[in-house]
């Protein structure tokens, strides 16, 4: 079925001024691409097989723009940790299990499983240094029918000995194999993006040799920035040319401006960084279950908002503790609500239909045209049936669709879910 | 069964100090109540039927100190309004429906079959100020299997119209009614409770009926305390002779001393109240998600946990966005994480045993013993089966269990769920 119709209650937003609500209307999809939401289908559709939703929420996909693959096993435990102790204890030995093909491709599979059966359509995901590993996660993601983008890490510097390439040069060597053996497979949902871990773990050295890998191959960036203050003073020391922590990025080319980033985190970047943020065109991936749960803090997603950055959200697994982008959803706007209480009056909570919009289309847009049902846009869509949850009476279709956020209803509720037009459940 | 063991990883948390995991061991319940947790079965209990729950975990029920069941139906809804407005637009409306015993019996069906379904054993309920529909829900919460408190609400002023009582001496009769015809119906689990909305909405004279008709029935309290600051003016200014909020139910033989008192929220309670909260043995229900959600605020509980004072978890509906106390768990923690972040740096976050402890045994005290595993103790267990999540490896048994709560295996894990001995699912 490629071209098709799908009837239901229709909850998108286009903007950020307020959710779109069309009550038992119709949207079109043609060779994967939205045709436009419409109260009567239009003549030139009329052809087209309807599939009846009444009375159901067709939702766009979730866009999850940074979550860790490879950490996906321990995901909700060890949260009594601090970070370093965390990472210690918790990341990096699980992360070391992936110098082995046969727990990667174990481990893999079952993330690709949960991911497909879950809400979100297109991911940005780290693997872990092993570049045959992070091909085995590419496989399994190429199978979920998720669009995804995948990384092989580059740490140089400051990791442990298991996971510490032995120079700039072999990172390099290895991220280039794992490019060309990546095109070699084929993939049609599946692309690399250069994914340096952090510049504490990256010499600059190796960031300047990532930077013109992503030039001569044209892919997107992924890394953290500004994630919490010990890191931002270490990041400091070990970079004293660059004037802040994202500078450090940029100097090596690996900050937006011509090319895609995304940087997950932002909770403590200051007037400096932002500027460069808004003016290199970078994504902001926004965590908030990760901040709190490794009590990095709260991002100002308002400020952020208000100075027309690019902001989506991540479930960071495994500082987030869910894969759940609805959860993700959910903590955006409880957070947003505790920086408006304690730290700053003037920065109004998130509204629900903000938060929706930055899971939807906010993010959607690093993957290009989607997270929308406007005409032009590659259709990710999710058909939720709330008659899971019993309910006394009525309720307006605006209530549902932010309670089916509130009460999680992406772990029972998810009926259809569509990626590029193509049916995955 | 009266008289049965239960095999499998026991884990609880007899104290604050962290938790008692036991595996591969045996838990014995007679007559309802736990014999204690034995890596062989004693010589005296050999005679019982042992129910094999190997490499599943077992858990006591959880207690939920807080929740308002008719505001169920609108749960994670109307979250982006401020209190008041969130008051006359969502709650007040929805309780106003209470009226009419076919929407009560309808609604309250709903939700009590909700909390079967869920991890929650015992739990202390608000009802409305209707008196026929709150011994619906006392009918329904009987049927449920779970113990529980249920209170027909206090109001004589500041209500709108269609919920206001027309005197307190109206309100002390319906009150004197409702235990009344309670007693008639012979309920082996549901007990009333007193419950003034909050100071705002009883007249001194009310609460004063309230203080005699609590010492006549020897019967608990619950109300709220301390939630916002707008609602702590407005108390101060409608109680002139009161030194703080808590001490306008103290005058009123409404804050524990002789009789058990639960008080929802505390985020603000200065030093005077929470000392007279820890003199008079009152019990704290804190709850998180709504303190985040209608953008209160967060309780200091590391303090209160440090002073000695007795404290549990609520999921506060429709304020909370869930009936999970799995997720009043982990909203516990993450609020407590930004409170040390941001408020107070000597406020060590909660880890998650004293999160466990407190939707535990910590709770479970208002109720008597139960929450623990310990000799004595009423049985409320949960056996959860993890192996719903996927996972590549072999976990250890403390964070297969930190994991079922940040997952929200309560949704999908529950194998099983004993109320005062007796199996429910």
């Known amino acids: 079925m490629s071209n098709y119709v799908l009837k239901g209650h229709i909850c998108h937003t286009p903007d950020l001024n307020g959710p779109e609500i069309r009550e038992n209307a119709y949207v079109v999809c043609e060779n994967g691409i939205c045709r436009g939401v419409f109260d009567e289908i239009p003549e030139r559709f009329r052809g087209i097989e309807v599939t009846d ?4 929420l067709i939702i766009p996909g979730m866009m999850d723009l940074h979550t860790h693959a490879s950490q996906f096993a321990f995901r909700g435990t060890g949260m009594d940790c601090e970070l370093l102790d965390w990472l210690n204890r918790y ?5 070391s299990r992936f110098s082995d093909p046969a727990y990667a491709e174990k481990a893999y599979g079952l993330f690709a499983q949960t991911m497909r059966q879950g809400a979100t359509t297109r991911v940005v995901l780290f693997g872990t240094v092993h570049t045959d590993a ?9 199978k ?12 140089d510097r400051n990791a442990p000995p298991e996971l510490q390439e032995e120079s700039a040069f072999r990172s390099a060597e290895e991220t280039r194999r794992f490019i060309r053996e990546s095109a070699a497979r084929g993939y049609r949902k599946t692309k690399p993006i250069i994914t340096p871990r952090f510049v504490i773990s990256c010499t600059d050295e190796l960031l300047k040799e990532l930077g013109k890998i992503r ?3 044209g892919l997107p960036v992924q890394s953290h920035l500004s994630e919490n203050q010990e890191e931002i003073k270490t990041t400091a020391a070990l970079t004293p040319e660059a004037d802040f922590y994202g500078d450090a990025y940029d ?3 690996l900050f937006g401006r011509d090319g895609k980033t995304v940087m997950a985190h932002c909770v403590y970047s200051g007037a400096e960084e932002t500027e460069r943020i808004r003016e290199n065109g ?6 908030p279950a990760s901040n709190m749960n490794i009590a990095s803090g709260i991002a100002p997603i308002r400020r952020y908002l208000e100075q027309g950055l690019r902001v989506g959200l991540g479930t960071d697994m495994a500082g987030g503790n869910s894969e759940s982008m609805f959860q993700a959803v959910v903590d955006a706007i409880q957070v947003s609500k505790m920086y408006w209480r304690y730290i700053d009056r003037d920065a109004a909570p998130l509204k629900f239909h903000e938060a929706f919009y930055m899971a939807t289309k906010g993010g959607g847009a690093f993957f290009g045209k989607t997270g929308s049902f406007e005409e032009g846009y590659a259709f990710d869509a999710l058909v939720l049936d709330d008659t899971c949850l019993p309910c006394a009476r009525e309720m307006p279709v605006a209530e549902r669709l932010e309670k089916a956020f509130y009460t999680r209803m992406d772990q029972q509720g998810i009926r259809m879910k569509f990626v590029d037009g193509e049916r995955i459940l």
Request: hydrophobic share 40%; glycine share 8%.
């Open 91 to 95: 990341a990096f030995p699980e992360e």
């Open 144 to 155: 979920s029918g998720l669009v995804s983008y995948v990384g092989k890490v580059n740490m």
């Open 134 to 142: 992070s091909l085995l996660l590419m496989d399994c993601m190429e």
């Open 215 to 217: 030039k001569e191959h």
């Open 53 to 56: 939703c009444t009375n159901q």
């Open 282 to 287: 970078v994504w902001i991936a926004h965590c």
């Open 251 to 253: 100097r090596a080319g």
